[in-house]
C-alpha cells in the first residue's frame, strides 16, 4: 500500500512562489508515473503536471512555463515548483501515484493514478 502526504501548501500573494513536496511511503517511486492534481471548490480536480518513471514530463496549459515538477527518487519524494502564482492557482493540490509499471506512459487524468495523497492548500491572494 503505497501512502503519500503533500506539504508545502500556504497562502502566497500574487507572483510569489511555493515548493510543494510530496513524500511516498510503502513503495518506490522511482517506478512510478507520479502527478499533480488540483481542484478549486465548485471546479472538477484538474491536471496540473506528470512526470514518468523515464523522465518525461508534461504540463496542464494553464500551469506551462509558470510550474516545475521534479522527483527526487533517493528521498521518495515528489516536488512542484510553483513560481509567479495568480489567485486563479488556488486550490487544494493532490500528488497522486501510478503504479503500473511503464516507466514512458505519461498519464493526465485522474483516473490513471491508483494512490492518492491527502491534498495540500495553496491559497493565492491578489
Known amino acids: 500500500q503505497v501512502q503519500l502526504v503533500e506539504s508545502g501548501g500556504g497562502l502566497v500573494q500574487a507572483g510569489g512562489s511555493l515548493r510543494l513536496a510530496c513524500l511516498a511511503s510503502g513503495g518506490s517511486i522511482s517506478t512510478y508515473g507520479m502527478g499533480w492534481f488540483r481542484q478549486a471548490p465548485g471546479k472538477d480536480r484538474e491536471f496540473v503536471a506528470v512526470?514518468?518513471?523515464?523522465?518525461?514530463?508534461m504540463y496542464g496549459g494553464s500551469v506551462r512555463g509558470r510550474f516545475t515538477i521534479s522527483r527526487d527518487n533517493a528521498k521518495n519524494t515528489l516536488y512542484l515548483q510553483m513560481n509567479s502564482l495568480k489567485p486563479e492557482d488556488t486550490a487544494v493540490y493532490y500528488c497522486?501515484?501510478?503504479?503500473?509499471?511503464?516507466?514512458?506512459?505519461?498519464?493526465?487524468?485522474?483516473?490513471?493514478?491508483?494512490?492518492w495523497g491527502q491534498g495540500t492548500q495553496v491559497t493565492v491572494s491578489s
Open positions: 512526470a514518468s518513471a523515464s523522465g518525461n514530463t
Open positions: 497522486a501515484a501510478d503504479t503500473r509499471g511503464d516507466p514512458y506512459l505519461v498519464v493526465v487524468v485522474s483516473a490513471g493514478y491508483k494512490y
